[in-house]
């Protein structure tokens, strides 16, 4: 049976993250599209403001993904949002497959479910998860003669996948031989659900229960599906029984997963249970320290500072920042600063730290920086120095407040959104030649408690 387009687009982008820094590819490639197959030739849709980019820089990668994830002869061309193919040249179904090209692609083609970048090397360590660090790397240096099963909880974005991942790619490297299988509790769901459909269990049985380790994410979600649990419970009975190792995460202790019966929450706690725990500052930072560098990505320690000290929910919460501050400067041609960072981070809603000033206190301290009536800013006067300080105060509340430009625009006299947009990119301009300007603005940061970046 011939594999489907978009699980074909699905196993090129899989390839396409293999091999690129996640900062580049949520830039360049996550945007792209499959607009049609043709053969071994693929279609790639790109948005037209980075249509020319993606061609000039990243055909030989898509051409390489391409290869490896669907037909080792694929060729690729970027198209433009507006491409059509002709109607016999439209991306088929499966059932289009064996005429269009895609008896290349087997359908029983084995596909790579642990991430390469989720490794013991590339995890950092703190005091909320050394233990299960260490927990992790003693299950995959001797699976099942440790701890069996090894239960790791806490809160979304903290590493639990990382170590569940690093386990599986340990094993694979050294294991000799040890087969893995990984599954979030859907995936074991779904996969028992259609075995069943196809009265093809054995099958499903043995693919779980035959493996050396088998590595379950999300085991919180096994609430209210009666049938998975049962077939779960057996599964874990037949793996320890059988001297294979398990590994668990849940984003709560197995006493508080809701409507799981006592016969599993007993078996859940009788290896070993850890909670990873949210990392502090010092972690944060040196988490976003590894990814810059994982990434080769140049960014100030001081940048990172204001991510780390923004951003703390989550390890997951502050790499996707790092990854929105680092495209945002690449787009606009500007070094990440922390001043950026700040601007960035207010805009998508993801700095959970204060803003200690508003517009009142921004328009109060621009007067006095400037020499002028605070009324002045707010009225229509055009005189070089009242328009100046204006312009800055503008700059400065885009960058320090979470208002927008049209608030913003209200706030200093009623003006519009082009206007305070103008103000923002004129200042913005002026801060990289103008030493006045730049002097003007640090100057204010420190009145406003904001110190220069």
Not at 165 to 171: D, E, F, Q, R, T
């Amino acid at each position: 049976m011939p594999t489907p387009p978009d699980e074909i687009w699905d196993a090129i982008r899989g390839e396409l993250r293999k091999e690129t820094p996640d900062f580049q590819f949520h830039i360049w490639l996550d945007p792209l599209e499959l607009a049609a197959i043709r053969g071994t030739t693929v279609y790639v849709r790109a948005p037209e403001h980075i249509r020319t980019s993606v061609a000039e820089r990243y055909l030989p990668l898509l051409r390489r993904a391409a290869a490896a994830g669907f037909d080792q002869h694929a060729l690729v061309e970027v198209v433009g949002a507006d491409w059509e193919p002709p109607a016999d040249d439209r991306a088929p179904d499966a059932a289009q497959g064996d005429a269009n090209g895609f008896g290349a692609v087997g359908a029983d083609r084995p596909r790579q479910r642990l991430n390469p970048r989720y490794t013991f090397e590339q995890f950092v360590i703190g005091e909320g998860n050394r233990f299960a660090h260490a927990a992790s790397l003693a299950v995959a240096e001797l699976p099942a003669h440790s701890y069996n099963p090894l239960f790791l909880h806490g809160s979304p974005g903290i590493g639990k996948t990382h170590l569940l991942h690093a386990i599986g790619n340990y094993v694979d490297r050294f294991g000799s031989g040890l087969q893995v299988r990984y599954a979030t509790i859907e995936e074991f769901t779904s996969e028992f659900v259609e075995a069943v459909r196809k009265n093809s269990t054995a099958d499903f049985k043995q693919r779980f229960r035959g493996s050396d380790v088998v590595l379950i994410d999300d085991v919180q979600f096994l609430a209210g599906r009666d049938r998975t649990r049962e077939e779960f419970f057996h599964t874990f009975n037949s793996l320890l029984d059988g001297g294979r190792q398990l590994v668990m995460t849940s984003d709560r202790a197995p006493e508080d997963i809701p409507g799981l019966e006592a016969r599993l929450i007993e078996r859940f706690q009788s290896g070993l249970v850890v909670e990873l725990e949210t990392p502090e500052l010092p972690v944060r930072m040196a988490i976003l320290a590894k990814r810059a560098r994982v990434d080769n990505v140049e960014v100030g320690a001081d940048v990172l500072e204001e991510i780390a000290r923004r951003v703390t929910t989550s390890v997951r919460a502050l790499e996707g920042a790092l990854i929105r501050v680092v495209a945002y400067a690449s787009m606009r041609d500007e070094p990440p600063t922390p001043a950026l960072a700040r601007h960035v981070l207010r805009r998508l809603g993801e700095d959970t730290a204060p803003d200690s000033c508003g517009l009142v206190e921004i328009l109060d301290a621009a007067a006095q920086e400037f020499g002028v009536d605070r009324d002045a800013l707010l009225a229509r006067d055009r005189r070089p120095t009242v328009a100046a300080a204006r312009q800055v105060a503008m700059y400065l509340a885009r960058e320090l407040t979470e208002h927008s430009l049209p608030e913003i625009g209200r706030g200093i006299g009623g003006r519009n959104h082009t206007t305070v947009l103008h103000a923002v990119n004129r200042i913005g301009a002026a801060l990289r030649t103008d030493e006045d300007v730049r002097t003007a603005v640090d100057n204010l940061r420190r009145r406003l408690g904001h110190p220069s970046s």
